[in-house]
């Protein structure tokens, strides 16, 4: 082979491994607050379970899509912004009995990354941080959809996302003991995610 061909036999094989390279790299995506839910359910007495919500939160997580590794997950919640369709209710989570919201106005997920156990399905271990104490805490997740946005044009990733906590683990034992509100807490979060 002549020096020119090998010559360009090689530059298109840099540029061919450049470009792979490129879609390699992790993107950082923002949670969309306009298109983000974060929800819990508790158990009232055995009769019922209250299901409420956070108004407001905010994160941000790197993502591979031609690799599906997940990392760098950062969720902050704002205790103050409980809703549970009941006021004198939500007064009495925001209090010291629950949430704290006065001293410890933000809980916050984290983990460093995630383990894919399925085509698009995730495992994410990591801590969640709520009353000054950090406990394990794993979300199964599930990526929905990624693609561009027909209403912004934005690239979109969607996700839901569900896990459990004890509220003890954290010293929120208000009606543990004589059973009037469960000690399990279930998570909901519901999200789309913008690519940066």
Not at 9 to 20: D, H, K, Y
Not at 60 to 76: G, H, K, N, P, W
Not at 82 to 105: C, G, I, T, W
Request: proline share 3%.
């Amino acid at each position: 082979m002549k020096a020119p061909a090998v010559r360009t036999l090689c530059a298109t094989f840099l540029l061919a491994l450049a470009a792979v390279s490129a879609r390699a790299e992790p993107a950082r995506y923002e949670l969309d607050p306009e298109h983000l839910t974060a929800a819990f359910l508790v158990d009232h007495i055995g009769y019922a379970k209250v299901l409420g919500m956070f108004r407001a939160a905010r994160g941000s997580y790197s993502f591979d899509e031609a690799t599906a590794a997940l990392s760098q997950v950062r969720i902050e919640i704002d205790t103050l912004s409980v809703f549970s369709n009941y006021a004198k209710r939500d007064q009495h989570l925001k209090s010291a009995d629950f949430l704290n919201s006065a001293e410890f106005p933000r809980m916050v997920f984290t983990a460093a990354d995630a383990k894919r156990i399925g085509e698009r399905t995730f495992a994410i271990a990591g801590q969640l941080e709520l009353l000054g104490r950090s406990q394990p805490l794993t979300l199964s997740a599930t990526w929905n959809k990624s693609g561009t946005s027909p209403i912004d044009k934005n690239y979109i990733m969607g996700v839901s996302a569900r896990g459990s906590f004890k509220r003890s683990a954290y010293g929120m034992r208000y009606g543990v003991d004589n059973g009037w509100v469960g000690d399990e807490v279930a998570l909901i979060i519901e999200f789309e995610a913008r690519r940066k």
